[in-house]
């Protein structure tokens, strides 16, 4: 394996690349119901913009297009006159990652030589898609196809126009940033800013043509302009964000809440994905690599290129600035996630560069110790290569649900446990009361909406009467219960974790009430039942019409006894 001619090293990064998320993605592409698990929140969005009969007029629409940077969906519109959105979620994790390659090898390059670029391109794809090796509460980099995917490929093509000096290309990243992924423009202006009056190699970033400084100047303004006009007017329907103070009184920000920020531990509060550094997982691993990569180096192995260290000086400052004042709007590790995991690469890769070169002599000699350092990091990744996280599965229940599902009138609504609601949205395309990747408590109109029907929701499914159910139904006009058998099981209820803070506590206080586990939704008329295995049974609600029936209490069912079948 020679690198003599640069197109032998580009061949090498993209095929390894494209095959490595050929393997990682594999059961996604070969199983109809399966996506990634992020994309359970965007499907709302990419649905409508295909199909705008679809989610029109849900609540749980307007905040992801609040949510979603315009870039984003410029592109699912684009794209969505051609494929389907599941189609392009499943396929653009090879476009991504092909091209973070490609610039990973790039970088190496310039930093030192070919054989460093085609290790480093090697350690980011195989990083990219090791699930331990992610942020460790959800998958991996480019597999859920969102705005956070494009985030590490829009990070490397910066990291190497910065040390390029390519003024303009920079400027360019910055506004892709601002259209896809905003909370890395911040890191990246923070960064340049520091470049342009500290300078390095003597020369200041900003020392180029007046006009093409004037032209970065307008380009950070319309970006910065265009955040504020998105994220800082939300409608008066999803109110304003949560403060921090606010944030401290609210279960939802603790351990066994829906967006744990606060950790009493204090490993926890650093290491956590969140507030944390996310240092979990693999990553201590690699950082422990690095380290030990250091010791016979010593102090030779700290030099760097300076714009490497201002980039890192930026994440770490806008970290910390984050925990204080922005994070109401985006989570703290978020302006570390990326800079972080790629500095560390690139110190590696240098360190190992200069153990090879002060130690073999002969060129030939020297590039096979890289492809073994490629081949040894291959095998220390690939039990870590599968992009598990996923939502959906073909498990012929779930096959069957979804298939009837789909059947329904494209603006039928839909209740069910948040955790079955999230892949009904996905791959049934139907509105939902409530969902479980969309109740994040950031919003305060939103949210209230949003707690308000989930308490609602839980109340009437466990509750000892059916007439709770036709409330339910009733309040807000949904047509399908969708009854999740497990929901209801022995073991389930005995478990005691039924979702997240505060609901789980609101549930418990329910069971209470009802020692005899008789529950009001197994009381619903046969008639009602238009679906029903051994894993779900769907009642139609649209013919309720007994929310006065009082009693109504559960005599058809309960946990004591078997479970019903077809």
Not at 142 to 149: I, K, P, Q, V
Not at 370 to 384: D, N, R, W
Not at 537 to 565: I, K
Request: proline fraction near 5%.
């Amino acid at each position: 394996m020679r690198w003599k001619r640069p197109v032998n090293g580009y061949v090498f990064v993209v095929v390894f690349s494209l095959l490595v998320t050929f393997y990682a993605q594999f059961y996604f592409l070969t199983h109809r119901y399966s996506a990634p698990e992020d994309v359970r929140e965007g499907m709302i969005w990419m649905a409508h913009q295909k199909d705008p009969a679809l989610f029109k007029d849900d609540l749980l629409l307007e905040y992801e297009n609040w949510k979603t940077p315009a870039g984003m969906k410029a592109l699912y519109y684009i794209t969505g006159r051609f494929f389907d959105p599941l189609a392009v979620v499943k396929l653009l994790p090879f476009f991504l990652c092909a091209a973070a390659a490609v610039y990973s090898y790039r970088l190496g390059t310039l930093l030192k030589n070919r054989n460093v670029g085609v290790l480093l391109s090697v350690l980011v794809v195989l990083n990219a898609w090791c699930r331990e090796l992610s942020f460790n509460y959800c998958a991996v980099w480019f597999g859920d196809a969102n705005a956070g995917a494009f985030d590490p490929l829009l990070w490397i093509m910066f990291f190497f126009y910065f040390l390029k000096k390519d003024f303009f290309k920079t400027a360019l990243v910055m506004a892709a940033q601002s259209l896809i992924y905003p909370p890395s423009l911040l890191v990246a202006t923070a960064a340049y800013g520091i470049g342009a009056v500290t300078g390095f190699a003597g020369k200041p970033v900003g020392a180029v043509a007046g006009k093409r400084l004037l032209y970065l100047a307008v380009v950070i303004a319309i970006a910065f302009s265009t955040v504020f006009f998105k994220y800082g007017n939300p409608s008066p329907r999803l109110g304003r964000g949560f403060t921090l103070n606010e944030m401290k009184q609210m279960p939802e920000f603790f351990p066994g809440g829906r967006t744990p920020l606060f950790y009493p531990d204090f490993y926890q509060r650093i290491a956590n994905s969140r507030s944390g550094l996310g240092l979990g997982g693999f990553k201590i691993g690699l950082l422990f690599a690095a380290l030990l990569l250091a010791i016979p180096l010593g102090r030779k192995a700290w030099e760097l290129p300076p714009a490497l260290w201002i980039i890192l000086f930026s994440s770490l400052a806008l970290f910390f600035l984050a925990q204080v004042l922005l994070l109401k709007l985006y989570d703290p590790e978020r302006y570390v996630r990326y800079p972080g995991v790629i500095m560390l690469l690139i110190f590696i890769c240098l360190n190992i560069d200069r153990i090879i070169t002060g130690f073999v002599h002969k060129s030939r000699d020297r590039t096979a110790l890289y492809a073994l350092c490629c081949a040894m990091s291959f095998l220390i990744y690939l039990p870590g290569l599968q992009n598990v996280y996923s939502c959906g599965n073909d498990d012929k229940n779930d096959v069957r649900l979804y298939d009837f599902l789909s059947q329904s009138s494209r603006d039928a609504v839909f209740a069910a446990h948040p955790a079955v609601m999230d892949d009904v949205i996905v791959f049934c395309r139907r509105k939902g009361l409530v969902s479980g990747e969309t109740s994040v408590p950031y919003l305060k109109n939103y949210y209230a909406q949003i707690s308000m029907r989930t308490g609602d929701f839980f109340s009437a499914y466990y509750s000892d009467s059916a007439a709770a159910v036709y409330r339910l139904c009733k309040k807000y006009k949904i047509d399908y219960l969708i009854l999740y058998h497990r929901d209801f099981s022995r073991d389930y209820l005995n478990a005691g974790r039924y979702y997240y803070a505060p609901f789980n506590e609101h549930i418990k206080k329910i069971l209470a009430e009802n020692p005899g586990r008789r529950f009001g939704v197994f009381a619903l008329p046969e008639e009602s039942i238009v679906f029903k295995d051994r894993k779900y049974t769907v009642f139609d609600c649209r013919g309720f019409n007994r929310e006065e029936a009082g009693g109504n209490r559960a005599e058809m069912f309960t946990t004591e006894e078997p479970l019903p079948t077809l």
